[in-house]
């Protein structure tokens, strides 16, 4: 390894180790014998310490026995004297340096009146050494924090930060130890300032150090826009300086921020057929608000004075997947006028209504919470980066998502230039190719459900299909926004499979000729769907179409599939399809 030579040990070298390691292991299982032994019996003496730090010096990371360790130093402490403790932990700092030297394991606990302040010292000591062996022990550090909150003087913050800082030195990655500076950052109380200085000095010793860039977003208050001035522009020389690392785009991105709201109601849709009612949330959730409500109004009475309430202790919300924006219930029980409620927003459905959109628009993409003006200030900065270093993935991954974001409302020119630099970023980082496919389809998907969204009207049945045929799409993305949707046109595209389609639970027809699908799975949450051409794909058994069998399908083309070709291929599609009407364009 490293251009080392592995020197082949002789089996005499080898009957060697195996001769220390087994010295080693009869030692272990001595001691460890002794130590359960002892610690059952409920012997909690300094010679079981001595003994438990015997082993914790050779296997510094056994949780066990530091959890032992604590149980016999507390047994321990309590026979300490209070008056002595008061005095002597004033002096025992001072005392560091000659504890030192006389904190071998056997020494450290023989004393016959031992000293609580002098032993947390020593077993400090006794830490520090182990976490030169493992400093990524989790156990190690627990057992540290426990010995800080016996003592939580000045002195003993001062000295564990200095010895955070000592242990980042080693290793500025180590988020054990910035764990630990943390607890003791707020334990002391320490100046957010003097904080941020160290993480600035770290940061200018290397530009790469992603630690110290993340420990800023647990100090920086984005609220103050003249802060994230500051921060963008020591940023941009970061990022101007070395546009290939990845610590500092990471941190730009958090201090643009994106928005955080409340859940919110954003359309329902009643499904008439089966009986359900639809929420649409701002929101992914992995349970159903507890506040929505759903009232039942009075026929032509859309006053709630006179509704009568429906508690949703009554109602149970359903999903298809976790977390989910999209959530239903059986409406079965349910009048034909009746309003929902969630997050200030109300949607009412009188008899005849299937859709119901609340004011303000629907669109899946997420604001940057910084204002307009440093918007558009940066995006014209990574625009001129971009013209700079045309070839930088992460450059380009940036500016994609700024000149996305920015254009909620996008234009033809805007979105072949969000598909050239996808196509770019295929190409200048193909270990990712399919991520960033990925990332064209969910961004075409958001421009075209905005678009779709933005004139919808309350009755679903008047709405023009959306057609994303010949987009390059490889996964149907934000289906959650399209479960109002009656025709789709996905011909001509890259799926591989159906995932999202669950969410379509309104559509009636489908185009999914000319992709690479293998199955029709995906399609169960379908019930509405009644033609569905899936013509030219990679189909090969009569297992792909089982997913049909919960549809309503009336029409189906399975053309171009090797199922096609297959002796039983009609008698198999008629079984799963017992409504069908027309297979292939030919009546049946």
Known sequence: MHGRLKVKTT?????????????????????????????NSGDRSVE????????????????????????????????????????ESETVVKESETLEKESESDKTCEREAPNKAAMILSEKLFVARCLEVNPKAYSLWSHRRWLVEQNTSECVIKEELNLCNLFLKYDARNFHCWDYRRFIVK????????????????????????SAWHYRTTLLDTQDMGVVREELEWAQNAYFTDPSDQSVWLYYQWLLGRETQEDKLLAVYRDTTNST??????????????????????DNNTDNST??????????????????KLWWCDATHLSDNVTVSLGGATVTLCSGDTLGVVPGGISPRINYTAPQDIVQEQLGNIRELYELEP????????????????????SKEQIT?????????????????GYYRDLWTKLLCETAVTAWWANMSRDITSRDPLN???KYITKLGHSEYMFALRELDLSHNNLTSLTGFSSLVAVEKVNLSHNKLHSLQGLEECKNLTELDASHNLIHNACGILSCTKCRLRALCLLGNPLATSSVYPGCVVQSCPMLCLLDNREL
């Open 11 to 39: 089996a005499e070298k080898e009957a060697e180790k195996n001769k220390i390691r087994e010295k080693k292991k009869q030692v272990y299982l001595k001691c460890m014998n002794k130590i359960k032994g002892m610690y």
């Open 48 to 87: 079981l310490l001595n003994i438990i730090t015997k082993v914790l010096e050779n296997i510094p990371e056994f949780s066990t026995l530091w959890n032992w360790r604590r149980v016999v130093l507390l047994d321990i402490f309590s026979s300490c004297s209070d008056e002595k403790q008061e005095k």
């Open 187 to 210: 334990l002391g109380g320490i100046k957010i300032e003097s904080e941020l200085e160290m993480s600035t000095s770290l940061i200018e010793r290397n530009f790469s150090n992603y």
């Open 277 to 298: 009612i639809n929420l649409l949330l701002n929101n992914l959730t992995y349970t159903a608000p507890t506040n929505i409500q759903i009232q039942e109004n009075s």
């Open 307 to 324: 509704d009568k309430s429906t508690d949703k202790g009554n109602v149970t919300w359903n999903c298809h997947s976790f977390p989910a």
């Open 391 to 410: 070839d930088n993935k992460w450059v380009i991954l940036t500016y994609l998502d700024m000149v996305n974001t920015c254009n909620p409302h996008k």
């Open 417 to 433: 230039e969000i598909r050239n630099l996808t196509v770019k970023l295929c190409h200048v980082d193909t270990m990712r190719t």
């Open 468 to 470: 994303l045929s010949k």
